[in-house]
């Protein structure tokens, strides 16, 4: 979550500081151009007023070779062209010496203005890309309320686009400064937003793992989040304390129901004995009864499993599969079962009566369902964090869609309902399992049989 929300709050700000961005560096381009055009305007009426009684008499030579001689030190210190002209164009004075009014474009349109009696105020923006930008100002020389020359200059602007391009520079600054500290405010907004979801998370997680205990701080976060960590709390308890009940009255009804099934045992055992040898109904009874016995007790079983916590060590897992196995094969060999047993060596951590249980169980569903002379392979092999511990049989296999009811409680396949069997077995191996971090997978294996796979980690908890 977090990796989408980031981006999402650092385009926004980056959006903002644009958007600023932008009107500020256009505010500093005009600024510096302003205090530019300021400076030229200075400059065109300081000349203007020189060349007031310059025109149209050349008595007044004095006065024009004082002009001339200022602009030509305007001209050699500053490097601005400039000049005085009259209404028809013609030159008064000018530095450099050759130089003239533009006839086209902005110079142009800046002289005829200052013809009709208005000074320039706002020429065009000068951008740090115009290379061959210029800045044009013409002021009237105003003599007797007429408009009698015009004062022009026309400046080099590689000053003013670097002062601009300076100012730049020091707004991309502090804009990707700015970005740095948004960029570390977001992560720490969305680090103290996310932090509660990650542990709820977390502890959603443990509970589906079978940690009933697992709970949520409600101490950090919005308020909004903090109410959900209580209210998770309080849902977690409520849920703990049901599943407490549920398997409190599955261990009270399996012991208290042991001691009137053993009483009725008994009653039809002496029943038994004042009946004729051989009988078949009472031989039924006897059968059913001790099926209700063991369904009492994989029950008991089953509730014990799922309420003990399994205490982990490390262990050789092939060595232990290879013990569960040399158990088994006196089963194996009275039916005619080729049981093949592990050879690898592989390090887990597990419960080792929780292992060796969940082995049993598998290893005896295995044989129950093998014919004769058909084989059953068990195997351990290291995956990455995990442990696998694999039984395959020869057996008829299930369907699709009996694999994937497999494991239910007190469920059997229609197929083998004259095997015996409470239907609980492989259940109990998955209690067992789970509260040690561990699993168990069924598949098909060909071309018969079932694959069942035993998972335990390698690495400690």
Request: charged share 20%.
């Amino acid at each position: 979550m977090r990796t989408r929300l980031l981006p999402l709050l650092i385009v926004l700000m980056a959006g903002v500081l644009l958007a600023l961005g932008f009107p500020l560096a256009v505010s500093v381009a005009a600024a510096q151009q302003q205090r530019v055009v300021v400076d030229r305007i200075d400059d065109t009426v300081r000349f203007a007023a020189l060349a007031q009684f310059v025109q149209g008499d050349d008595s007044r030579g004095e006065r024009r070779s004082t002009l001339q001689e200022q602009l030509n030190r305007y001209n050699a210190t500053y490097g601005i062209s400039a000049g005085v002209f009259d209404r028809d164009g013609d030159t008064t004075a000018r530095s450099p010496e050759g130089w003239s009014v533009p006839v086209a474009g902005e110079g142009a349109k800046a002289f005829q203005e200052a013809l009709s009696g208005r000074r320039s105020q706002d020429p065009p923006q000068v951008w740090p890309w115009q290379s061959d930008g210029r800045l044009v100002v013409a002021s009237p020389v105003v003599l007797d309320g007429d408009v009698v020359a015009v004062v022009f200059t026309d400046s080099p602007t590689e000053q003013l686009r670097s002062r601009i391009l300076n100012g730049w520079l020091l707004i991309v600054a502090g804009e990707a400064a700015a970005m740095l500290v948004a960029v570390g405010a977001a992560f720490r907004l969305t680090g103290w937003v996310l932090r509660p979801v990650r542990v709820l998370d977390a502890a959603t997680h443990d509970i589906a793992t079978g940690q009933l205990n697992s709970r949520v701080a409600a101490a950090s976060g919005p308020p909004e989040l903090r109410r959900l960590a209580r209210s998770f709390n309080e849902m977690a308890d409520n849920v703990e304390e049901v599943l407490e009940q549920q398997r409190a009255f599955v261990a009270d009804a399996s012991h208290q129901l042991r001691n009137p099934l053993a009483a009725l045992l008994l009653r039809i055992e002496l029943l038994a004995l004042e009946l004729p040898e051989g009988n078949q109904e009472i031989a039924s009874v006897r059968t059913e009864g001790m099926r209700l016995a063991q369904v009492l007790d994989d029950l008991l079983d089953l509730a014990l499993a799922e309420h003990t916590s399994a205490s982990l060590e490390l262990v050789d897992a092939g060595e232990l599969t290879a013990e569960r196995v040399a158990a088994w094969r006196p089963v194996a060999d009275e039916k005619g079962v080729l049981l093949v047993g592990p050879k690898a060596a592989v390090t887990a951590w597990a419960d080792p009566i929780a292992l060796s249980s969940a082995l049993d169980a598998v290893i005896d569903n295995a044989l129950k369902f093998t014919p004769g002379g058909a084989e059953v392979t068990v195997s351990v092999t290291s995956d990455g964090p995990l442990c696998s511990i694999v039984v395959t049989d020869g057996g008829p296999g299930l369907t699709d869609e009996e694999l994937s009811r497999v494991g239910d409680r007190f469920w059997r396949s229609g197929r083998h309902q004259n095997v015996k069997g409470s239907g609980l077995g492989l259940s109990i191996s998955r209690a067992l399992l789970s509260a040690g971090g561990g699993g168990i997978s069924y598949a098909h294996h060909e071309p018969r049989g079932l694959r069942v796979t035993v998972t335990v980690p390698r690495t400690a908890p």
